[in-house]
């Protein structure tokens, strides 16, 4: 690193030589200001999201039941283009996306290396190649949300992915029994009352749509159908009962964590290109310093993969 | 970064890309599989479940650890300045568990209550006539 050959008054595991070390012109750490503050920046990014994903842990372990992520997230833009129509594809979309990330940060890195050699066109090709990736998670991320908002309803107050805890069967529109059984742990989608989706459009049943009590199903004051079903096990078996919306907090942890995420994504993809641009007309090309603002901006990059790693991990895996 | 030759790191780096994206879908495997896509039933199975959430959480936990060191560089940083950034990251760990504890504390406490509301155990049934999302008790919470 360009950085080495300036400090000499600290040796090779970073111990300071006392007598220079309070003249100034020292890199404490062998690491400049700029890098050693990007560090802190993301040091204190990194408690951010433990907290709010800390506070998805909580939630999720207090509640009686959470929705299925792997029900959740098995929508992928060429499923609902009628390629495997109806298909559930779990995780296979959010894999993708978290596929870009990886590449991304792979392209960066070479980026980096590249400004070692102070390779300017390299940096650039390198940078230009991460700003495409970027952007590819970005408009992933785009689609996952308005399908969620549009086609399941979901939003910040109200989560329509419910849980069964018991092992029933589905009633009929019309109040008789169906063969349709569930067991605890499955999960459920509220469909809109009146609205053309999924596969209820093409020959499933007529639901009325406005709100009341009806045979086989209830339709809520949001306009949910609440579909009812027999518990055929345990202390209540026997009972009939509708679907229920499941817990609130999941619509508005899975916007703020995700877009909060998707914001560090976007800011990131802004900082590329500007930095991207001044490599191209060459202001880190005279500073000769190993284009050091390519490997701060990479750093912050990296880190905003990390997130996704955890990310990734708590809403999508467990 | 400055012990290898620029061809060496070129390939370091795609190695790197091979080795997360392996377990990335290995990580994906491990969910599936504990939620039963892979072995229909296996979803029903607590060990299961478990030991695939460990498998998962620390492959996460090394992915984290490998894009640090290569990728970000810290290995080659100074050793103070590492670990200037890692403790105090590291106490996160410890409020990761204190919250699940408080977490579950909660969830206790809310069936508690509502066992004692309810007279007994009834915390998913809505009443008959009350079908709106509302009246649904417990759910309302959060």
Known sequence: ???????????????????????????????????????????????????????YGTLRVMSPSWPVADFVFSTAPFNNLGLGHGVPLPLIFVTFMSFLLILSSVTMVRAVQEGHRENKDGVAYWMLLTIIGGAGFLGCQAWEWSNLIWTENMTVTINPFGTHTEKGVYLNADGTESTDVFKP????????????????HHEGPHYESTPGDYKGYAVNE???????????????????????????????????????????????????III???????????????????????????????VWVFVFLVFYLL | MSSHSY????????????????????????????????????????????????????????KAYFI????????YEAKGMAMSVLLPTGLLIWAVIAFFQEGNSWKER????????????????????????????????F
């Open chain 1, 1 to 55: 690193m360009a950085t080495d050959t300036l400090d000499h008054s600290v040796d090779h595991d970073g111990h300071h030589n006392e007598t220079t070390d309070w003249n100034g012109g020292n890199e404490p750490w062998r690491a400049s200001y700029g890098k050693l503050m990007m560090w802190y920046f993301l040091v204190s990014d990194a408690f951010t999201f433990a907290g709010f994903l800390i506070a």
């Open chain 1, 185 to 200: 742990g499955q999960g459920y989608l509220l469909h809109m009352a009146g609205a053309h989706h999924g596969d209820d």
């Open chain 1, 222 to 272: 949001g306009g949910f159908i609440l579909k009812k079903y027999k518990v055929t096990e345990g202390e209540n078996a026997g009972k009939v009962m509708s679907e229920v919306h499941g817990p609130r907090a999941f619509g508005g942890l899975f916007f703020f964590i995700t877009g909060f995420h998707g914001f560090h994504v976007f800011s990131g993809v802004v900082f590329l």
């Open chain 1, 276 to 306: 991207m641009l001044n490599v191209m007309s060459g202001v880190y090309e005279k500073r000769k310093n190993g284009y050091e603002m390519v490997e701060k901006i990479g750093l912050y990059w990296h880190f905003v993969d990390l």
């Open chain 2, 7 to 62: 061809e060496e790191s070129i390939k370091l780096v795609y190695k790197g890309m091979w080795f997360l994206a392996a377990v990335t879908l290995i990580e994906v495997f491990f969910s599936l599989l504990g939620k039963g896509h892979i072995v229909a039933g296996w979803e029903d199975n607590y060990i299961v479940g478990y030991s695939t959430a460990f498998i998962i959480a620390v492959l996460s936990i090394y």
């Open chain 2, 68 to 75: 640090i060191y290569e990728f970000m560089h810290m290995r």
């Open chain 2, 110 to 141: 809310n069936d508690k209550i509502d066992n004692m509301n309810n007279g007994k155990f009834e915390q998913m049934a809505p009443k008959k006539e009350s079908f709106n999302a509302k009246d649904t008790k417990v759910m309302d919470k």
